[in-house]
């Protein structure tokens, strides 16, 4: 669903949220819309010093702490 950031960020003011918050949320929103964020590094592996795993490995892997 596309939301203008205005009206987005005037709903959050109605919900509340003060004006510097809804604006910063408006923000992160508008930029996530762009999918601008989807760049691949080698940070994890450069870090961690082993290859990244995929979500779904992690997500097994913890599932017993969710799961309880």
Do not use: M
Request: overall charge negative.
């Amino acid at each position: 669903v596309n939301i203008p950031k205005d009206a987005f960020e005037a709903a959050l003011n109605g919900a509340g949220l003060d004006a510097c918050t809804s604006k910063a949320f408006a923000d992160a929103f508008e930029w996530f819309a762009t999918a601008d964020y989807a760049v691949v590094t080698n940070n994890v592996e450069a870090i961690l010093g082993r290859p990244a795993r995929s979500f779904e490995d992690f997500a097994q892997e913890f599932a017993h702490a969710v799961n309880g």
